[in-house]
């Protein structure tokens, strides 16, 4: 993705991301007229994306698009399932064949849902207990991005979920019912709290992505602070040893430092009373972890 964002920003292809802004609605026409070509119309333009980025590229993107400007136009928010997952240390070879069931199952879902009227659409509504927790949800999430705690990209993340909650549990509604899994004709509570739970997953992705626009200072004691549970450093470690690591943030005394002041208030580490060497002169800095970061 990280090809097509740059695309939106060149010059002369300015409308390209007005359109990218309003087929996420999914509920706004839209028509094409080409000379020889005749016109299309479109009554109701919805578009998915599916793609990925690496995570360098991805920060690079926010820091600048998030800073006050045209780019700051919610466009990165409007990917809601959004996730950043982890390399797992622990690489296993699995080989075996596909599951062909599910596979079929799955295809027989797509089927039957690529098959429903456009002209008369299903239309669902939640039951009354999934309804009850659709409202209790919705005053959880109101009274947090109305809230001063999270930054306004965050926020403006989060306040999409308003509408990501009811979307999933529609979603999972009409698999089950293409499956031939449920028959009901509102959205049942089950459905609901599944889609509660997915929103719930999606916003921890979502805080680990936004948390790379934080100061340089808390992503320089996040990387930090990493390190030290990773027992990159001894129990004891001088500013030298870290600097000298050459890790992301942590370059220069001055920026160790920083970390330091921030992972000491935050009680992970603390300095150490200065020795003066055999030879005299001023002993480096040190600092001793804290023994409850590994517990």
Request: proline share 6%; with cysteine.
């Amino acid at each position: 993705m990280t090809g097509w964002l740059s695309t939106l920003d060149r010059q002369g292809r300015e409308g390209e991301r007005a359109f990218y802004l309003e087929a996420w609605n999914g509920d706004k026409s839209f028509s094409i007229d080409r000379i020889g070509r005749g016109s299309i119309y479109v009554p109701a333009c919805c578009l998915s994306m599916l793609g990925g980025i690496t995570p360098g590229r991805l920060r690079s993107y926010l820091i600048d698009a998030l800073e006050d400007g045209p780019a700051n136009d919610g466009l990165i928010q409007r990917f809601q399932i959004l996730v950043w997952p982890d390399v797992s240390r622990n690489w296993q070879l699995i080989d075996r064949p596909p599951d062909r069931e599910a596979e079929e199952r799955a295809a027989k879902v797509f089927e039957t849902l690529t098959e429903l009227s456009a002209d008369e659409p299903r239309r669902l509504a939640f039951s009354a207990e999934a309804q009850e927790l659709f409202f209790a949800w919705l005053a959880e999430l109101e009274s947090r991005v109305r809230g001063d705690e999270l930054h306004p990209a965050l926020v403006s993340h989060l306040a999409k979920y308003r509408s990501l909650m009811p979307a999933l549990a529609l979603l999972f509604q009409l698999s089950d019912w293409a499956a031939g899994k449920c028959d009901e004709d509102s959205i049942p509570l089950r459905h609901a709290q599944q889609a509660a739970a997915w929103c719930e997953y999606l916003e921890s992705h979502a805080r680990r992505v936004y948390s790379c626009i934080v100061t340089p200072e808390l992503r320089a004691a996040q990387t930090l602070g990493e390190k030290i549970k990773g027992r990159a450093l001894g129990d004891v470690f001088a500013v030298r040893e870290v600097y000298l690591k050459g890790w992301s943030g942590l370059g220069s005394p001055e920026r160790v430092l920083h970390a330091l002041d921030v992972l000491e208030d935050a009680g992970w580490v603390r300095p150490e009373a200065p020795k003066p060497g055999a030879q005299g002169g001023r002993p480096p800095l040190r600092y001793r972890a804290n023994p409850k970061v590994w517990r």
